[in-house]
């Protein structure tokens, strides 16, 4: 039989370094959320109504959500009755315990199989939000294990997002299939996976206009990318991807619910977890969606578009007592 093997001293020092980086980069949230629950939780206050208002009024104000923050809450307070909770530092544990529950399906790091070739990538989300930085790190994250990559430029609303993603490409050594502002983005997309195809690489990642949500005729024009897609690969696009900015809150639910109507999302980036007080949205986002979360971003770096591990975000968030 096999022994159960363990980390190295090398291996423990990295993960304890990137853990401690991941803290760093979510001090915003930490000021907010974190530090509030550990003057709430680690001190010697009684289980009473008092103390578990304040609990959810803290989890609201970090975005958990309402229906997500009631369910934190009766899982505690259940304990509670049950006195399985005795006092205040094991309600801060139960409460770990109780995000990592929700969190922990949604850890799906992308994978990119041996087949199909071209796996394609479409990547969608509101302006602002970051997708071009997210979509130039993944590429170079790609390229990095290995795989060829060819990135579609059919954000054609605006010539700004065509010279971003042209910027990233030649940087990164990565072939840009693009064409004129106001090209037709369906056509695009055409051209480029000719071009994969013909090139014989591993990854194709559409780049897609940032458009508002709520705009009926952009969210058509992703529908009509999808089917063009289709047409040269039935089973594509193979990984829907939408890039959400953490800071906005709420709202990113609504702009989930669209996108997921026009193209079925199958993943979710959020980024700018680094600048926002908000980080408990993450948490909503799982329970309400169950959708996997790719990837966070917590920062400019190339090494700040990070797999989402559920445990290390939670450790990070609320560091065990």
């Known amino acids: 039989m096999n022994q159960p093997r363990h980390p190295n001293q090398t291996e423990t020092k990295r993960a304890t370094g990137l853990l401690g980086r991941l803290r760093d980069k979510l001090a915003v949230t930490q000021r907010g959320f974190t530090r509030g629950l550990s003057d709430l939780l680690l001190g010697n206050r009684a289980l009473d109504g008092a103390l578990f208002e304040e609990l959810e009024t803290l989890l609201l104000s970090a975005d958990v959500g309402m229906d997500t923050t009631r369910f934190l809450m009766k899982g505690i307070t259940d304990q509670v009755t049950r006195k399985e909770l005795k006092d205040t530092r094991a309600v801060y544990q139960a409460l770990r315990r109780g995000i990592l529950s929700i969190l922990a399906p949604c ?9 199909p070739r071209p796996f394609v990538i479409m990547v969608v ?38 010279e971003q993603l042209k910027t990233w490409a030649e940087r990164l050594d990565i072939p840009v299939i693009a064409q004129h502002t106001g090209a037709d983005a369906a056509a695009v997309v055409h051209d480029a996976l000719s071009a994969t195809v013909a090139r014989k690489s591993d990854v194709l990642i559409v780049d897609t206009a940032g458009r508002q949500h709520t705009q009926e005729g952009l969210m058509d024009e992703l529908k ?47 980024t700018k977890l680094d600048g926002t007080a908000k980080g408990g949205i993450l948490i909503a986002m799982a329970r309400l969606t169950g959708l996997p979360i790719r990837f966070i971003g917590v920062g400019e770096g190339a090494d700040d578009l990070r797999d989402f591990i559920a445990q290390e975000y939670v450790d990070a968030l609320l560091p065990p007592p």
């Open 224 to 270: 009509k990318i999808r089917r063009v897609i289709k047409k040269t690969l039935p089973d594509g696009p193979h990984e829907a991807l939408l890039v959400l900015d953490a800071g906005t809150g709420q709202n990113a639910l609504s702009q989930l619910s669209h996108f997921r109507e026009a193209v079925g999302v199958s993943g979710l980036a959020l």
């Open 125 to 162: 989300g509101v302006n602002g939000v970051g997708k071009t930085t997210t979509i130039a790190k993944l590429a170079n994250r790609l390229k990095n294990n290995g795989l060829s990559v060819t990135l579609a430029a059919a954000d054609t609303f605006r010539a700004a997002a065509i």
């Open 107 to 115: 850890q799906q790091p992308l994978a990119i199989p041996a087949l």
